[in-house]
T-cell receptor, first 115, second 110 residues
Framework: SAVISQKPSRDICQRGTSLTIQCQVD?????MFWYRQQPGQSLTLIAT?????????ESGFVIDKFPISRPNLTFSTLTVSNMSPEDSSIYLC????????????FGEGSRLTVL | AQSVTQLGSHVSVSEGALVLLRCNYS??????LFWYVQYPNQGLQLLLK??????LVKGINGFEAEFKKSETSFHLTKPSAHMSDAAEYFC????????FGAGTRLTVKP
């Protein structure tokens, strides 16, 4: 398994501002992903964070709105830019380890409320 | 492409009763299948996984699931519900990245 720390755990933000979420893993992992969970909804994959290169975004998500960095094998950031109330969600970092047989491990999530 | 469908957004059982949460999958390649649980204000915790070995998979907290290829199903069961099982349950399929079902909220009545 892997221990995943996300910061902040929650925040209240003003419309038009940006917020960066950090994800730190306690061991090297093969893949890192960012998911969004809107209130009362399931998880939607935003992007795959690629180490040392641009993230791979899913349909409906763009780099200008959700820039992602992954400078090394254990750390990634997701920025939610120019926020609106529709961005109020839980953002979850997840990883696949070298020992994994497909499963993902999740952080506790970052709960954002945009006013 | 792969996807999962969870039948029933809400399931309510009495404490001690059988828990059955339904999941059907669609995948163009042999899938890996998973069940996760999410307690309030927490991330997702892996309950169990199917990775093409035994079709009956046992997980944590007394849960198990059976992979049935002919029915494209991977239903989650537990013989006797506890109050602590109340949570949101997600079925997921992976053939590369992971896709989640809509989730089933389990309520356990005393």
């Amino acid at each position: 398994s892997a221990v995943i720390s996300q910061k902040p755990s929650r925040d209240i933000c003003q419309r038009g501002t940006s917020l960066t979420i950090q994800c730190q893993v306690d061991s090297q992992v093969t893949m890192m992903f960012w998911y969004r969970q809107q209130p009362g909804q399931s998880l939607t994959l935003i992007a795959t964070a690629n180490q040392g290169s641009e993230a791979t975004y899913e349909s409906g998500f763009v780099i200008d709105k959700f820039p992602i960095s992954r400078p090394n094998l254990t750390f990634s950031t997701l920025t939610v830019s120019n926020m609106s109330p529709e961005d109020s969600s839980i953002y979850l970092c997840s990883v696949r380890t070298t020992a994994s047989t497909g499963e993902l491990f999740f952080g506790e999530g970052s709960r954002l409320t945009v006013l | 492409a792969q996807s999962v469908t969870q039948l029933g957004s809400h399931v309510s059982v009495s404490e001690g009763a059988l828990v059955l949460l339904r999941c059907n999958y669609s995948s163009s390649v042999p899938p890996y299948l998973f069940w996760y649980v999410q307690y309030p204000n927490q991330g997702l915790q892996l309950l169990l996984k199917y990775t093409s070995a035994a079709t009956l998979v046992k997980g944590i907290n007394g849960f198990e699931a059976e992979f049935k290829k002919s029915e494209t199903s991977f239903h989650l069961t537990k013989p006797s519900a506890h109050m602590s099982d109340a949570a949101e349950y997600f079925c997921a399929v992976s053939a590369g990245d992971m896709r989640f079902g809509a989730g089933t909220r389990l309520t356990v009545k005393p």
